[in-house]
C-alpha cells in the first residue's frame, strides 16, 4: 500500500510540472519606450500614461513596454518636449501650448473660445481623436518641429481659474490680481485682451508661488486643486469656457521609424484605444473631484455673471495671434470649417 501511494505522488508530481512547463512563459519584453509627463501618476496626465503603458502590453502581448516617468522627473513640459525631440524620451504627454514652441501649428488649440466643450477636443470626430485633422495637424507638426509625431490626444477639461481670496465672477475681479500662466504668447495676449499682465511661471514652480504668496491666482483644469494639493491654498473655482487644456501625445519620429510596421500599429492602436477610454475617465471625474472639493476642502465654487465680455474681448485678440498660429490665418480658418463640417 505504501508503494502504491509513493507511486500516485511521484504521478501527481510530474503532472504539475508537466501541466507547468507548458503554460507560456511571459514575454520579456524586446521593446521599451520611455513615456514622461509633468504629473503624478493619479493625476489625469499620469492616467493616461498609465492606461496606454497597459494597452500596449496588452496589444503586444507583453513585448514592448512602455517606462512611464511620472513626477516631472524629466523636467518641465517644455524640457520634456525638447527632450521627445532629441530622442532622449522617446513619448511625451505633454500640454499643447508647451510643444507648441517647437510645432506653432499646435497654438491653434489654444485660441480663446474657438472649442466650447471637451467634446470638441475629445469626442467622436473631435480636434484630438484619430482623424482627418489630427492628420493634417501631425503634417504640420512634424514639418515644424523635424523629429516629433502626434499619436494621441486628451483633455482633463477647460481651464477654471483659481484664486485664494476671493471668487472671481466678473472680468473686474481680474484687477490686482497676481496671476500666473504658462509662457504661450497665445495665452499671454489672451489675458491681456482682459486688462491682465501674468506671471510667466513655470507649472512645476506654480505651487510654491501661490504657498508663498508670489501669485494669488493662476488656472488649469480643477482636478489639479485636488489631486496636487493646492486645496491648501486655493480656496475659490470659478469654471469657465475660454480654453481647453489640450494635450498632444507625441513620439520621437526616428524611434518610431525604428520600430517596425507591426509595431508601430500596436502603438497607435494602443493610443486610439486610450483616447477613447481617457475621455470617458475625465466626463467621470470631474463631478467626483468637485464634490471633494466642496465637502471635503471647503472650496467655494463660483460663477461668470458675464461670460459674454470674456468672450467678446478675448475673440477680438484673433487677428493679432494669427502670425503666431503655424500655417497662419489660414490654418485658423480650415480648423474652424472642420469643426463646422467634419472636413477641411
Not at 508647451?98 to 485660441?111: E, F, K, T, W
Not at 467622436?124 to 507638426?141: I, S
Not at 501674468?198 to 508663498?212: D, K, L, Q, R, S
Request: proline share 4%; charged share 20%.
Amino acid at each position: 500500500m505504501k508503494n502504491l501511494f509513493q507511486c500516485l505522488a511521484l504521478a501527481l508530481a510530474m503532472a504539475f510540472a508537466g501541466l507547468g512547463a507548458s503554460a507560456p512563459a511571459k514575454a520579456e519584453p524586446r521593446v521599451t519606450l520611455t513615456f514622461a509627463h509633468c504629473c503624478p501618476a493619479e493625476h489625469t496626465y499620469g492616467v493616461y500614461a498609465h492606461t496606454f503603458a497597459d494597452r500596449v502590453a496588452e496589444n503586444s502581448g507583453g513585448e514592448i513596454k512602455i517606462e512611464v516617468l511620472d513626477g516631472g522627473v524629466m523636467g518641465t513640459e517644455q524640457a520634456i518636449a525638447q527632450k521627445v525631440q532629441l530622442g532622449t524620451v522617446q513619448m511625451g504627454g505633454i500640454t499643447s501650448n508647451n510643444v507648441a514652441q517647437l510645432a506653432p501649428s499646435l497654438n491653434v488649440l489654444v485660441l480663446p473660445y474657438l472649442s466650447s466643450g471637451p467634446e470638441d477636443l475629445t469626442g467622436e470626430g473631435g480636434l484630438l481623436r484619430a482623424g482627418a485633422f489630427r492628420d493634417e495637424l501631425n503634417e504640420r507638426v512634424k514639418a515644424e518641429s523635424g523629429t516629433l509625431r502626434i499619436v494621441g490626444g486628451f483633455t482633463n477639461a477647460f481651464r477654471s481659474l483659481f484664486a485664494k481670496d476671493q471668487c472671481i465672477d466678473s472680468i473686474d475681479d481680474l484687477e490686482g490680481l497676481k496671476i500666473r500662466a504658462p509662457k504661450n504668447p497665445v495665452m499671454t495676449a489672451m489675458w491681456e485682451s482682459w486688462g491682465v499682465s501674468t506671471y510667466p511661471i513655470a507649472w512645476g514652480e506654480t505651487f510654491g508661488a501661490v504657498a508663498t504668496g508670489v501669485v494669488d491666482s493662476f488656472d488649469s483644469p480643477t482636478d489639479v486643486v485636488l489631486n496636487m494639493g493646492f486645496h491648501e491654498h486655493i480656496k475659490y473655482i470659478t469654471e469657465a469656457t475660454y480654453l481647453p487644456l489640450a494635450a498632444v501625445v507625441i513620439v520621437n519620429e526616428p524611434a518610431f521609424q525604428a520600430l517596425s510596421p507591426e509595431d508601430q500599429e500596436i502603438i497607435l492602436t494602443s493610443a486610439d484605444e486610450t483616447d477613447v477610454l481617457h475621455a470617458e475617465h475625465v466626463k467621470q471625474n470631474q463631478a467626483k473631484v468637485r464634490e471633494a472639493l466642496t465637502n471635503d476642502h471647503g472650496v467655494t465654487f463660483c460663477e461668470l455673471q458675464d461670460p459674454e465680455v470674456w468672450a467678446e474681448r478675448a475673440r477680438g485678440a484673433w487677428p493679432q495671434l494669427y502670425d503666431l498660429v503655424g500655417g497662419g490665418k489660414e490654418w485658423v480658418d480650415m480648423t474652424l470649417t472642420y469643426k463646422e463640417t467634419g472636413r477641411f
